[in-house]
């Protein structure tokens, strides 16, 4: 199938409010000593052949990144799926990864284990799971499924996993990298994630 990186563009997602950061920018947060975003970039910029970060706010320093930084249609903070439609209608690729900003330690082999998933299994989108739970916003996702996710939104739907549902769905273990989905939601998580990068550099 050719390189897949070429078909495949990343998407930070950074749309939210940081309701539990006390509505800090959360992308914008810094982890030893640079933003958190930066971290997430650094680990799937290679992994993927484009780019694009999805936020609402702050436009201008997301921009100064390097990156396209895509707005949600509605300016309601409707959650992570109105980042994920505005982001695949505005991608020039088959598919897109989507990833929260907020999980600086993400896997290095998360595009190419979400890809061969969705290859062997003729599958839409690919999922990841940590061995406990779904992690909805790990996502490798079809663009064409743009208008079937617009559709849904429209009748009020928000739940991630309920439209994953109506489409071919593969789900990943990555319960052997379980660490790499841990997100930053509170300043003790921020502290705890902050060593552990210190530690690896």
Not at 97 to 107: E, F, G, I, Y
Not at 168 to 182: E, G, I, N, P, Q
Request: charged letters at 20%.
């Amino acid at each position: 199938m050719g390189c897949f990186k070429d078909q495949i563009t990343g998407v930070v997602l950074a749309g939210g409010q940081g309701r539990r950061m006390g509505g800090v920018d959360k992308g914008l947060v810094d982890l030893a000593g640079r933003t958190m975003i930066e971290h997430v970039i650094e680990r799937l910029a290679p992994q993927v052949g484009n780019l694009m970060i999805n936020a609402n706010r702050t436009l201008e320093t997301y921009a100064a990144l390097g990156y396209p930084v895509v707005p949600d249609a509605d300016d309601d903070f409707l959650g992570p799926l109105a980042g994920i439609l505005a982001a695949m209608r505005s991608a020039r690729t088959a598919f897109i990864l989507t990833v929260p900003c907020d999980t600086p330690l993400l896997a290095p082999d998360l595009a190419d284990r979400l890809w061969h998933a969705v290859d062997r299994a003729g599958a839409e989108l690919a999922v990841v799971h940590d061995g406990d739970r779904l992690q909805p916003v790990f996502a490798l996702i079809t663009t064409s499924l743009a208008d079937s996710l617009a559709r849904y939104m429209a009748r009020g739907g928000r739940k991630i996993d309920r439209w994953y549902e109506t489409h071919r769905l593969a789900t990943v273990d990555f319960s052997d990298a379980a660490s790499s989905f841990v997100n930053v939601n509170d300043p003790q998580q921020r502290a705890n994630i902050e060593a552990m990068l210190v530690e690896s550099d």
